[in-house]
């Protein structure tokens, strides 16, 4: 009887004083990369004394959404999410996040965060996530083709006629079967993220745009019209992209420029590491994606960093925030694995340093734009419908705009 | 007395596991699946009941159409792919011998591996770049330029069905040989010491005895074709322009992609209301056939 | 058969399992001889290094898939045994008035496909907070899987002589006892095609995997072969081939080796009753 006594008396003080291990940070994230940011979060809480541990889940990417919807809707929505930056309009709205603007305008790195990414994050001027892992859409190309070519292989095509007379050369049919063996360029397809990360930078390059400043849509004008008619003509009349390749993914893209079938390669940071794993021979470089009329601009994309609101302990969530954007935890997580940082004061580290592409990056990161909308994953339906027409020569540029733009002003207005 | 009550009593107990899994797992949302139907559902908040909205909304909705279609094109052009070789096969192979158990074995096969699987191995042999089947049609001069099989409307309906074909005739052939295996042998004879020829003997003895086994294996292999998901949502993901979207892809879309349970609901509920037609359509017409 | 019918069959057979061979074939290929055209049809350093980097990418997370898909298949098996085989029982041999009614409903689920109850399933796993758990996937599966083994369990009993189990009883063994060590055992036919069936359900599933689970620990290795596949910046055929070469080797081992009852079980279960 006593031994019982003392066993539940130890055991009900053990109960009680782990409820004093007050608050575990559940963290979602998409990359692998983020569990050595909260191992060292971790670390430094045990090492400061303080009761605050993360523990990070990974999310697969079809999941981001759903996921999100059923945990927000069972009440189990985590403490903190990295998600994916072209959601967050809509999931503010739904009032899914935790308002932390005087936090986040008193933080000391506020300034250099990319402004463009930052609206995304933004409602009716109240901050309420901000730019975290950052994924830009850049114009690769196999410097040894452009030699073969006659091409200075310092020099990538900087405006629209320049990639047409370079792809031009280096669209070749090596050994004469009448097959071509080598393709100058290659459309972007497999979904309509890809053209919202790859087409629309021609769009804004040629001084279009989808929405204005206020979110009206503004697709239908010349400027739109006339970037679809380009890459059309790509395929059609300059003939140096394949017609297959506007249902090339960026995984069969990425297999024709390694294996030596593609001279100019539409592609992001995130292709560098594996570059130089699966073809360490080959010699490429980072540019800015070819613009027309209007500057250079490329696709804002990665994700932004939110405290949910459904966080029980939003002080401990900004303390593990503040700790993730430090410069120890993204240099240490995120550039060994070349991912880009969203505090460009932290882009001269040991790591990007090795990597001479890497340079262009700082730069190419002030070209960021990111497209706001309300109901983002709604619009990829008539994008991905009337874009791919046009790129298959199934309709032309001016009907596919016009009808484009009326049932995107139709999902808006729902 | 006692014992009847005790064997029912025993009776209803051997039965209680299955049935409380029925009833959570099946029967509950089947009922839920209806009154989803009726309702606006929202993230954060509780859900309102909107009557017949849904249903408007859905058969209102291009894409709804454009998926069914896609859907019964595809049944369409996969049933016979199906199906004629697997008759030709279970005639073929209808006694066993070690030779016939062999090549059932061999057709039977690819039954058993996942969709995932036949469609990534398909997809790599359909390649345009480095795929095998261009490799085979240029080499032996029968097109010049290799083709993006999965890249145009047709082509990838055809191609996907050959893929499925593939994989599922060898089920409808085993159903047709244990259902040609059921035919006695006296039919056959009586017919040939009438003179019959082969054909005459297929055509009017063993199709119409086989009748009722082929409207079973057409069921299922018809319901199953407009279930499909896994091979389109992997080798074509429903493109190009959509052509290749089925009907459960589209509600998978409408209720994890855009999260709008009640329409996704709403489509599921007509789905399931086709497929249980397309079944009892089967049926009666396989009934006539026994008078 | 005739020798036309048979060139015809040697053709088709080879064809058929081309598809295989080549997958297989390309699984054992350095990287550098996969993306290649025209096609290498013999390979100078056959290598394990697609294999080595499906077992080891992401920290072994392809091991984990499959860690969880042995799990999900053992529980599910678990699971509709015991569904079926007592359920299979009462229906032959302890039919009570409303029998008949449930064994119809039972089958009803063979017609209504799960496809079309996805939502209102996602929502009560959501719920019952078993989203993303190795047994909330089971529980579904089973639910599904179950209604083609009853039936086939229950068929078999009834073909067993009514005698067993009279004089099992007036020797006064329980009903449990006459089910599992009577009934049982003459039935293991049935059982083997069971295990099989459902082993083959839950290892090739795809849909349910993808939906209802997020997790490493829950993925199946399916969703896990599209995970590699997908991912969205490469896509590594001879990884992919790997992946797939795995994932049918279950498959067809357990066919080759149990297709007597597979077979048997699936014809039987169509044309009889």
């Known amino acids: 009887m006593p031994r019982k006594l003392i066993i539940t008396l130890l055991l009900s003080i053990f109960l009680l004083s782990s409820l004093a291990i007050s608050t575990t940070l559940v963290i979602w994230d998409q990359r692998p990369q983020t569990e050595t940011i909260v191992k060292m979060f971790n670390e430094k809480m045990k090492n400061e004394g303080k009761d605050i541990r993360a523990k990070l889940e990974i999310i697969p990417y079809d999941q981001m959404v759903p996921k999100f919807m059923a945990a927000l809707s069972a009440r189990r929505a985590p403490d903190l999410y990295a998600l994916d930056i072209i959601q967050y309009p809509y999931f503010i709205s739904i009032g899914a996040f935790e308002d932390i603007t005087e936090w986040a305008k008193d933080l000391p790195f506020f300034d250099e965060l990319p402004q463009g990414m930052m609206k ?56 004469g079967d009448g097959v071509i063996d080598q393709w100058g360029f290659n459309l972007a397809g497999g979904g309509a993220g890809a053209y919202m990360f790859w087409f629309m930078p021609f769009i804004w390059g040629n001084d279009g745009n989808m929405f204005d400043d206020e979110g009206n849509v503004v697709l239908d004008s010349f400027e739109a019209e006339q970037a679809l008619t380009f890459w059309r003509d790509l395929i059609h009349k300059y003939k140096i992209a394949p017609l297959s390749s506007v249902q090339y993914g960026s995984g069969d893209r990425y297999n024709a420029f390694v294996s030596g079938r593609l001279a100019m390669f539409l592609g992001g940071n995130f292709n560098i590491t594996s570059l130089r794993k699966d073809a360490p021979d080959l010699d490429f470089g980072v540019a800015p994606i070819p613009k027309n009329r209007g500057e250079f601009a490329t696709f804002g994309g990665g994700t932004l960093l939110g405290i949910t609101s459904q966080c029980n302990d939003v002080e401990a969530a900004k303390e593990y925030m503040k700790f993730a954007y430090s410069e120890e935890a993204m240099v240490n997580a995120y550039a060994p694995n070349l991912m880009l940082l969203p505090r460009p004061s932290l882009y001269n580290n040991k790591y990007y340093n090795e990597i001479p592409q890497m340079e262009r990056f700082a730069e190419i990161l002030g070209y960021a734009v990111t497209p706001f909308s309300l109901k983002y994953n709604e619009i990829y339906d008539p994008v991905l419908y009337y874009f791919e027409s046009v790129f298959l020569g199934k309709m032309e540029p001016a009907e596919a705009i016009k009808k484009c733009t009326e049932e995107i002003k139709n999902l808006m207005s729902k | 007395m006692r014992q009847r009550t005790r064997k029912a009593f025993l009776g209803i107990l051997f039965l209680s596991p299955a049935l409380v899994m029925v009833s959570i797992f099946f029967l509950y949302p089947l009922f839920k699946v209806v009154m989803m139907s009726f309702q606006k559902w929202q993230v954060l908040g509780a859900s309102e009941f909107i009557g017949l909205e849904n249903y408007k909304e859905a058969l209102s909705d291009n894409e709804f159409w454009k998926s069914l279609w896609n859907t019964t094109i595809y049944a369409a052009i996969v049933t016979p792919m199906i199906f004629l070789p697997a008759i030709f096969l279970a005639t073929a192979l209808k006694k066993t011998s070690k030779k016939t158990k062999f090549f059932r074995t061999v057709f039977f096969l690819p039954y058993a591996i996942s969709f995932v699987a036949a469609s990534y191995m398909w997809k790599w042999i359909y390649n345009d770049m480095y795929g ?62 009438d003179g019959a020829k082969k054909w005459q003997e297929f055509r009017f003895i063993t199709l119409p005895l086989l009748r009722p086994t082929i409207i079973l294996a057409l069921i299922i292999s018809i319901a199953g074709s407009f279930k499909a998901f896994d091979h389109f949502y992997i080798m074509t993901q429903g493109g190009p322009l959509k052509t290749t979207q089925t009907i459960v892809m589209y509600i998978n879309k409408i209720a994890f992609d855009y999260y709008n349970l009640g329409l996704g609901a709403a489509i599921s509920v007509i789905f399931l209301g086709i497929l249980l037609f397309i079944s009892y359509m089967q049926l009666k017409a396989g009934g006539f056939s026994n008078e | ?202 290892w090739n599933d795809f849909i349910l995997s993808l939906i209802f689970t997020s997790s490493s620990d829950v993925r199946n290795v399916q969703v896990g072969i599209m995970n590699f596949a997908t991912s969205r910046f490469t896509q590594d055929w001879g990884l992919i081939n790997a992946g797939a070469t795995f994932s049918i080797i279950p498959s067809i081992l357990i066919f080759l080796l149990l297709q007597k009852y597979y077979v048997q079980g699936m014809t039987s279960g169509t044309t009889k009753g």
């Open chain 1, 120 to 175: 995304l994050g933004m409602k009716d001027g109240r901050i309420y996530a901000l730019p975290f892992q950052i994924d830009l859409s850049v114009l690769l190309w196999n410097k040894g083709m452009f030699k073969e070519a006659g091409l200075d292989p310092e020099q990538p095509p900087q405006t629209w006629y320049e990639l047409v007379e370079m792809g031009k050369k280096l669209t070749v049919d090596k050994d």
């Open chain 2, 132 to 193: 095998l089947l261009n490799y085979a049609l240029i080499s032996m001069n029968l097109i010049s330029q290799p083709i993006n099989w999965l890249g145009g409307t047709w082509s990838a309906r055809v191609m996907v069905s050959i893929m499925v074909a593939w994989k599922t005739l060898g089920f409808s052939m085993i159903i047709i040989i244990a259902g040609l295996q059921g035919i006695s042998p006296a039919i056959y004879e009586a017919a040939r010491i």
């Open chain 3, 1 to 202: 058969m005739s020798k036309t019918v048979l060139i015809i069959l040697i053709i088709a057979s080879f064809l058929f399992l081309l598809a295989i061979y080549w997958t297989i074939f390309t699984s054992f290929k350095p990287p550098q001889e996969v993306l290649t055209y025209p096609p290498r049809f013999i390979t100078t350093n056959p290598t394990l290094m697609q294999y080595e980097k499906l077992f080891t990418a992401s920290d072994g997370i392809f091991l984990r898939y499959i860690g969880n898909t042995f799990l999900l298949c053992g529980l599910s098996i678990a699971l509709v045994l015991v569904q079926s085989i007592f359920g299979g029982y009462s229906l032959s041999k302890l039919s009570f008035k409303g029998s008949n009614v449930i064994f119809l409903i039972i089958l009803s689920i063979i017609m209504v496909p799960y496809q079309s109850l996805l939502i209102p399933l996602y929502d009560l796993l959501n719920k019952m907070g078993l989203l993303d758990t190795i047994p909330g996937l089971a529980l579904i599966y089973s639910t599904f899987y179950m209604p083609f083994c009853l039936f086939m369990m229950k068929n078999y009993f009834s073909s067993l002589p009514v005698a067993l189990r009279e004089s099992a009883l007036i020797d006064g063994a329980s009903e449990l006892k006459i089910l599992l060590k009577v009934h049982l055992p003459l039935a293991l036919p049935a059982v083997a095609t069971t295990v099989v069936y459902v082993f083959l359900q839950t």
